[in-house]
């Protein structure tokens, strides 16, 4: 079974210019999931996808930041435009429909590091 | 929302010994907790996880163990190897719908051969 893939794996740009991260969940997960870390830091939420839908956004830092997930199969997550700030590795995770009583499992994937200059 | 702190930032042990990671959580409704494990330059995976109505789990050389009341969980692993060296990062759900995680900040765990 394939794992969660994200492309690419690695990204240098210039501040200002915009970057597109992508993620393919395990196919038929449902749940989607975008995190962030930043050096030495936490994994911090930002967006979480209930297949096409966004369930819950309140990690996303601004409005240079949009998600989306058309057709509730791949992610993509663009910023636009880059700031500095914005440097670390964005991590994608996928997991199955949620139940009462069952544990999340999330799957993750390689993470995209992001290096804004 | 929750806080989940994790301690120690780094940790160093020789082989054989063993290593303890300890988080403490805030939002008393967490149900649920996942230990994940990052080698470098590779994906964060699931090692092991517990569920708030047992308070201790074990899989081979590993073990987590949770206190409630405490709002506490740590992570206990024996006899450790030289692959066990890698970033491990606690867990708890950001609300009680088992959904978004909330991380601890990592340990970074060094085993000498």
């Known amino acids: 079974e394939a794992g969660v893939t994200q492309f690419p794996s690695h990204s240098v740009i210039e501040k200002g210019q915009t970057v597109t991260l992508r993620c393919d969940p395990i196919s038929g997960h449902d749940n989607l999931y975008w995190y962030r870390r930043v050096m030495g830091k936490e994994i911090k939420f930002l967006l979480h996808?209930?297949?096409?839908?966004?369930?819950?956004e309140s990690g996303m830092p601004n409005n240079r930041f949009l998600a989306e997930r058309t057709g509730g199969t791949y992610s993509t997550l663009k910023v636009q435009p880059a700031e500095l700030e914005d440097s670390g590795v964005y991590f994608c995770?996928?997991?199955?429909?949620?139940?009462?009583?069952?544990?999340?499992?999330?799957?993750f994937g390689a993470g995209t590091r992001l290096s804004v200059l | 929302g929750e806080n989940v702190e994790q301690h120690p930032s780094t940790l160093s042990v020789q082989e054989g010994d063993s290593a303890v990671i300890k988080c403490t959580y805030s939002?008393?409704?967490?149900?649920?907790f996942p230990w994940y494990k990052q080698e470098l330059g590779k994906r964060p995976q699931l090692i092991i996880d517990i569920r708030s109505n047992v308070g201790e789990k074990k899989d081979q050389r590993i073990a987590v163990t949770l206190n409630k009341t405490a709002k506490h969980f740590s992570l206990h692993i024996t006899e450790t190897q030289p692959e066990d060296s890698a970033v491990y990062f606690c867990?708890?759900?950001?609300?009680?719908?088992?959904?978004?995680?909330?991380f601890g900040k990592g340990t970074m765990l060094l085993v000498s051969p």
């Open positions: 996808f209930v297949k096409e839908s966004k369930q819950d």
């Open positions: 995770a996928s997991s199955q429909r949620l139940g009462t009583g069952i544990g999340n499992i999330q799957y």
């Open positions: 867990a708890a759900p950001k609300d009680s719908g088992y959904s978004t995680l909330t």
């Open positions: 939002d008393s409704a967490s149900n649920y």
